[in-house]
């Protein structure tokens, strides 16, 4: 048996119990940090040796308390590896690993995977084709984007997660207003052509900078359009080798290999824009995807996001092989919206391709999963209007106040 490693997992989301579990399972010690607003969340305490908690959640949290914590942890135990479980504590790893000198992402290539400004920078060096964009940090830059490329254009926090705090602008008499409103904040976001279409997403285990495992998907209703009307969100994978799967997971690669990944999982965007019918590049991540996409995959494709992830890194530090699960090529979809009951009753939902229900309170959502995509998208169509006359709830868009 091999030598036990120690790995730090930090999370300021309750999120990743797979991959905690699956860690721990693989003969290691599991440190967890996370906000202390989370203490009351069900982690898994079984597989996990100590939980430290950070005051205030995410931006709160004071970065050189975080050094000052993990250094003084560094004196009894030798840290293998430093892992990020969710978009926004990619900053936090990778300002650890660099301080501490803990091998994995550091700062820069770290931006590539957080930072829209970087990422539109980074695609457009290496060829990948992108949305037209500009900085707000130069007037006449901006002055010369507006008067050149034809609206809509959406102004985007440059290091928020999915589609929090973007805005739809229609004119440049507008786009000032907002960007004069911005104040001091202007240079934490950019502006860039919005581009009509339908959004993919392609999620993929990466070891050695090479692609082991990838699955595309569509989004039947996009996280803007939900945070900007709201509605009920869905996705389910596509066809499998169909001209979009091949096109979208070409330009994955590129982007992969491109913005420096070598290990882990990632969750990318896709758009495939209706006017000319090309891909362009949306942005991209170092982590699994978000609202329960794991487990639409999983139903799909019988490969875990999380448990595989954990198993990658756990190869890595004892330096030995890993196999990827064999892949199963089923079809899987989610549909999922705010509820306005607390415990939601979805029993009338009993097909037998019904494979999950979400366990959140005041949230109703199903995944379901069958061997013909037809069915998968017919049953979607059929329980979004079920949800939506019996249980959907709108919740309020929340302004960010504490950009990152």
């Not at 650890?96 to 920078?121: C, H, P, S, V, W």
């Not at 066809?239 to 913005?259: L, M, P, R, W």
């Not at 006017?275 to 991209?284: M, N, Q, R």
Request: net charge neutral.
């Amino acid at each position: 048996m091999k030598t036990a490693k120690t790995f730090i997992c930090v999370s300021n989301f309750f999120k990743g119990v797979d991959f905690l579990i699956e860690l721990k399972k693989l003969g290691n010690k599991v440190f967890l940090i996370t906000s202390e607003k989370l203490s009351n969340k069900p982690w898994p305490t079984d597989y996990i040796d100590e939980i430290f908690y950070m005051a205030g959640q995410d931006t709160d949290w004071n970065l050189e308390h975080l050094l000052l914590g993990v250094g003084n942890l560094m004196k009894s135990n030798k840290i293998d590896a430093i892992i990020a479980l969710d978009d926004y504590d990619v900053e936090k790893a990778t300002y650890l690993r660099e301080n501490l000198r803990i091998d994995g992402m550091g700062q820069t290539t770290g931006r590539y995977f957080r930072d829209k400004l970087a990422m539109r920078m980074r695609a457009k060096s290496c060829g990948i084709s992108n949305p037209n964009f500009c900085s707000l940090f130069n007037d006449h830059d901006i002055n010369t984007f507006a008067d050149t490329i034809s609206p809509p254009w959406v102004l985007k926090p440059r290091s928020e997660a999915s589609a929090l705090g973007i805005i739809k602008i229609f004119d440049k008499e507008s786009l000032w207003i907002h960007i004069n409103e911005m104040g001091n904040n202007r240079f934490k976001y950019l502006v860039e052509q919005f581009r009509s279409g339908d959004v993919y997403h392609c999620d993929s285990l990466v070891l050695n900078s090479k692609i082991l495992f990838s699955i595309t998907s569509k989004y039947l209703t996009t996280p803007l359009e939900i945070s900007q009307g709201g509605g009920i969100f869905r996705s389910a994978n596509i066809q499998y080798d169909s001209e979009d799967d091949t096109v979208i997971k070409a330009v994955n690669e590129q982007v992969i290999k491109g913005f420096g990944l070598k290990h882990g999982a990632a969750h990318s965007e896709y758009i495939k824009c209706k006017d000319d019918g090309k891909i362009y590049f949306l942005e991209t991540s170092s982590r699994v995807g978000g609202a329960h996409l794991a487990e639409m995959v999983e139903a799909a494709s019988n490969i875990n996001l999380w448990k595989e992830w954990a198993a990658i890194e756990d190869s890595l530090v004892k330096e030995t092989k890993y196999c990827l699960p064999k892949i199963k090529k089923s079809y899987a979809g989610i549909v999922l919206t705010l509820s306005k009951f607390q415990h939601p009753d979805l029993s009338s939902f009993s097909d037998s391709e019904v494979c999950f229900r979400v366990p959140l309170d005041y949230h109703a959502g199903l995944i379901v999963k069958s061997d013909s995509n037809e069915r998968v998208l017919d049953l979607l169509d059929d329980y979004t209007n079920r949800l939506t006359t019996d249980f959907a709830a709108v919740g309020e868009q929340k302004k960010v106040s504490k950009l990152h």
